[in-house]
């Protein structure tokens, strides 16, 4: 009887680790995964705004009102500094974040990457194509969701 008992218990303990420290790991791996896609995207983004700024001289143009390409492109650098670098990424890693965190974590690299992606479909359309119809593309397309 008593082997029973100790056996359910060890069983018990197993389940107890896989389930409160096995599972975080895994969220975080894909955290991790996510975090990098949003960091390169953020970064080619950055880059195709540095070539439509050159090519297009719009340096001082406005995006929308009282926001510069170059001013947007600052803010990108920025807001990249702040919450993609690797620096952050390691932090957060040191801190071992609840699933809870992790979760919420997930869902704002979500939203940034869905956004980018918006606005990295939108200069790959710009760049490419004929600069004479550049003059009428509707600049306001290109602004960031929030």
């Known amino acids: 009887m008593d082997i029973i008992a100790i056996i359910g ?3 018990a303990i197993i389940t107890f680790i ?3 420290y096995r599972k975080p790991k895994e969220k975080f791996s894909h955290l991790k995964i ?3 896609a949003t960091q390169r995207l953020s970064l080619q983004v950055q880059e195709e705004l540095r070539e439509f700024i050159e090519k297009y001289d719009a340096e001082n143009q406005f ?3 009282g926001i510069t390409y170059q001013a947007y492109l600052a803010q990108m650098e920025r807001s990249f500094n702040e919450n993609l670098s690797d620096r952050l990424l390691e932090k957060v890693e040191s801190l071992k974040p609840s699933d809870n965190t992790i979760d919420s974590m997930l869902k704002s690299l979500e939203t940034q990457f869905e956004a980018l992606s918006q606005i990295d479909a939108q200069l790959r359309t710009i760049l490419n194509s004929n600069p004479n119809q550049i003059t009428q593309y509707n600049y306001e397309n290109i602004k960031p969701s929030k």
């Open 63 to 65: 995006l929308m009102p």
């Open 34 to 36: 996510q975090f990098k």
């Open 9 to 11: 218990l060890v069983i």
């Open 18 to 20: 896989y389930q409160f």
